[in-house]
């Protein structure tokens, strides 16, 4: 699940700003800033799963119109990317560890 800060410090959220329970997630950083992951199952976000993310800013702002367009469609394929592949990476670990503790 996807919450503000004071819903992820208290491991607790009756209104996830995104939430997803069938096993295929994609969820876009499409801003800078911060992003506040929990598992959704009982208790896993008070032992420990989750996570911040944080997403910065360009380092600098291209000089030339057309390499901006170059370049920011080139940061947000990358991004994509990256994005897609974080969130699978942690999903397999998070549903590893969900049926590996499941009985605890």
Known sequence: MVMTKDEYEKCHSTHPIFFSNNGVIVFTLDRPGLFYFISGVSRHCERGQKMIIKVLEP?????????????????VAMAAITSATLMSCIMSIVGSFSSNCSDQ
């Open 59 to 75: 380092a600098s702002p291209p000089q030339f119109a057309d390499q901006n367009e170059q370049k920011t469609d080139a940061a």
